[in-house]
């Protein structure tokens, strides 16, 4: 039943570039902080495809896949940061009819909203009472599962900064962005404690994964 | 006869906490980067002690010690930020009378001054005419080994931004500072391309070499 920000990395910090459009949901390169986890057969077939290669990253993906048993995200990372959100409330976001998560989502949002329950196994939950009440909903939906804060960079820090995140895990991509949405900013005067717990490295990217203390 | 960037870093990505003084001379919890290399074998002889533990850090650090034969500093990193060295041109910054490099340093800076002779082999040369000078003066002094900057975070910048930079080596400690000097910024519009070269990872610090395209 762990929380777990776990979110793909530039060398400089980054997890999105600068500039993001509804053309570039990631920024300016941000393409570039998931080159390897596009390469892995455990994404693909995650995403519906076939193909990609077996090995490490593989692995540590398919790992993420089974521990989690519900998500949490920010509006922004809903709706793409530019999406038709407020001004269609019917809005589906940018993730399509049969979203990648394959299990419950918690929207966090100022403008409530009904469920939305897509194909494949994700629901997408709006939660308008803040990070505790989401965290609450999602520990609920997980089935006994950990619960994954998938983003944005805000939203990922308001759960760091309130102690509520268990573990960590960023995946180093070799890639300097120079600019965009930094995911450890604005912590507080007392950023949380960390203490190593595993690595795995790879050609690609670095996982670097560290239990956060309370 | 590598140019070598290779520095401790907080996995937000600071080479130093915030407010350095001559008494905190690596900012606020700065020290906390360090912590796993005072607590090596090889870094405690280097500076003359004896102790510390042997393992894949301590190797790490000799690996270092063992290819470097000049190095590259900035002004401040010299005199510590804030020391005498504005009002008497004879300081001799804060490194004491046998500095830990035992070989030649290049300090830039833009007050001419004489040479420095220190004990235990080291020397501190002062340059004037800008980073490409004090770079062939440094390959002219190692002998044939690697020529390292040591720092602080705007000289590293500096040569990686210039395209002169082979190796960027940063040893990520588990800390979080939330403020400080950054080593990864300020690198323009186009930031050089990493690509992975190595990674030695222990419970205290996880070691990221990446080699850099010109």
Redesign the interface.
Known sequence: MALTVDISIS???YVAGPDPSLEDPLGVGGERLHEWAFAASSWQERHGHEGGEAGSDSDVIQEHVDAIGASIMGRKMYSSGTGPWEDDPKARGWWGDEPPFHHPVFVLTHHAREPLEMEGGTTFTFVTEGIEAALEQARAAAGGKDVHIAGGAEVSQQYLSAGLVDTLH?H?A?????GGA?L??N???S??A???DR?V??????H?R?RVAA
């Open positions: 060398l400089d910090g960023v180093v070799p890639v300097l962005l120079g930094r450890l900013d912590l507080g005067d950023p949380p960390l203490t190593v690595v490295a790879s050609p690609a990217v670095t670097l560290y």
